[in-house]
């Protein structure tokens, strides 16, 4: 099953059939049908596992980053934490896996890009020399395009992402989740493996760390270890007299860091430049920010490297 008809795969799915298939291989459906669409059997299945393994045995560190909203800032968190590592001269993968939103194409000012397939495999679009990346922006047609899917037709894509992308030998695959513990996330880790850690974003308000604290608990449950939380929007520094204003409170993701036993990589302030560059497409961390966002966020790629 060629990335050619990856936009075929829905029509398999509208119904609502197929499943995910667990770690240990078994799943819902009789034996011979296959995991991720309606159809009783994929003849490359073996050959797709086959891909899958070799792709993974060339990424030496795979880093999930979920949050458990919405609006916390985390495809930001994943973006600059990855151009911060490719910056360094590491071999870095970053992966777009929200399906219905995908925004990692205009945070690195990649939108007009498209993919190409070679071989059955798509190649990645590349961000300077050392950064790979990947996402479902980069298939649509146009900005506007709707993604309708179902979870097993999701669980397809992800798989595809992992399986049929020329990855190459990466340092590190950085993936980026949409918010929530749903379809995306459970498939990425279903098909990473265990040894897939994750980066936790959150802002210091009590409903977002509420919603933190369920995506720990997810973690655990499905066998992944946590990497650590990031505070992002933690504190607003006034660029005219630098008093430091918490807008949205303040040491929320440390507190639950301590409670929930978890490592905390750091606390990234609001910087009106943050917000610029993701519109704009210009990774704030590769503008060479000497600001206190910026200091925080080279400060949170260097524990992440200390820690994988």
Same mark, same amino acid.
């Given at each position: 099953?060629?990335?050619?008809?990856?936009?075929?795969?829905?029509?398999?799915?509208?119904?609502?059939?197929?499943?995910?298939?667990?770690?240990?291989?078994?799943?819902?459906?009789?034996?011979?049908?296959?995991?991720?669409?309606?159809?009783?059997?994929?003849?490359?299945?073996?050959?797709?596992?086959?891909?899958?393994?070799?792709? *993974?045995?060339?990424?030496? &560190?795979?880093?999930?980053?979920?949050?458990?909203?919405?609006?916390?800032?985390?495809?930001?968190?994943?973006?600059?934490?990855?151009?911060?590592?490719?910056?360094?001269?590491?071999?870095?993968? *970053?992966?777009?896996?929200?399906?219905?939103?995908?925004?990692?194409? %205009?945070?690195?000012?990649?939108?007009?890009?498209?993919? %190409?397939?070679?071989?059955?495999?798509?190649?990645?679009?590349?961000?300077?020399?050392?950064?790979?990346?990947?996402?479902?922006?980069? +298939?649509?047609?146009?900005?506007?395009?709707?993604?309708?899917?179902?979870?097993?037709?999701?669980?397809?894509?992800?798989?595809?992402?992992?399986?049929?992308?020329?990855?190459?030998?990466?340092?590190?695959?950085?993936?980026?989740?949409?918010?929530?513990?749903?379809?995306?996330?459970?498939?990425? *880790?279903?098909? +990473?493996?265990?040894?897939?850690?994750?980066?936790?974003?959150?802002?210091?308000?009590?409903?977002?760390?509420?919603?933190?604290? %369920?995506?720990?608990?997810?973690?655990?449950?499905?066998? &992944?270890?946590?990497?650590?939380?990031?505070?992002?929007?933690?504190?607003?520094?006034?660029?005219?007299?630098?008093?430091?204003?918490?807008?949205?409170?303040?040491?929320?993701?440390?507190?639950?860091?301590?409670?929930?036993?978890?490592?905390?990589?750091?606390?990234?302030? +609001?910087?009106?430049?943050?917000?610029?560059?993701?519109?704009?497409?210009?990774?704030?961390?590769?503008?060479?920010?000497?600001?206190?966002?910026?200091?925080?966020?080279?400060?949170?790629?260097?524990?992440?490297?200390?820690?994988?």
């Amino acid at each position: 099953m060629k990335f050619k008809n990856v936009f075929k795969r829905k029509e398999a799915g509208k119904d609502g059939a197929g499943c995910s298939v667990s770690r240990d291989g078994k799943s819902g459906q009789k034996e011979g049908q296959c995991g991720t669409c309606s159809v009783k059997s994929c003849p490359d299945r073996e050959k797709q596992g086959q891909e899958k393994n070799r792709n *993974l045995e060339q990424i030496k &560190n795979k880093i999930v980053v979920l949050s458990g909203k919405g609006g916390v800032g985390k495809s930001t968190v994943a973006a600059n934490v990855a151009v911060a590592l490719a910056s360094e001269g590491r071999a870095v993968g *970053l992966l777009d896996v929200d399906v219905h939103g995908p925004s990692i194409p %205009r945070v690195l000012g990649l939108s007009a890009e498209k993919t %190409r397939v070679e071989e059955g495999n798509l190649v990645p679009v590349l961000w300077e020399n050392n950064l790979k990346v990947m996402s479902l922006g980069f +298939l649509l047609p146009d900005d506007n395009e709707a993604v309708i899917w179902r979870g097993p037709v999701k669980m397809g894509l992800i798989k595809q992402f992992v399986e049929e992308v020329d990855w190459g030998e990466l340092d590190y695959l950085i993936v980026d989740c949409p918010p929530g513990t749903g379809d995306e996330p459970l498939s990425v *880790l279903q098909v +990473l493996g265990n040894d897939a850690k994750v980066l936790i974003v959150t802002t210091p308000q009590g409903v977002a760390v509420d919603d933190v604290r %369920r995506s720990v608990t997810f973690c655990r449950k499905v066998g &992944n270890p946590v990497l650590g939380i990031v505070e992002n929007m933690s504190g607003f520094v006034c660029p005219k007299c630098s008093e430091v204003y918490d807008i949205f409170g303040a040491g929320g993701g440390k507190d639950l860091a301590e409670e929930m036993d978890v490592p905390f990589m750091g606390a990234i302030p +609001l910087d009106p430049q943050v917000r610029q560059s993701g519109d704009s497409g210009k990774v704030y961390v590769a503008g060479g920010h000497g600001e206190v966002a910026g200091r925080a966020m080279e400060e949170i790629m260097e524990r992440i490297e200390k820690s994988c």
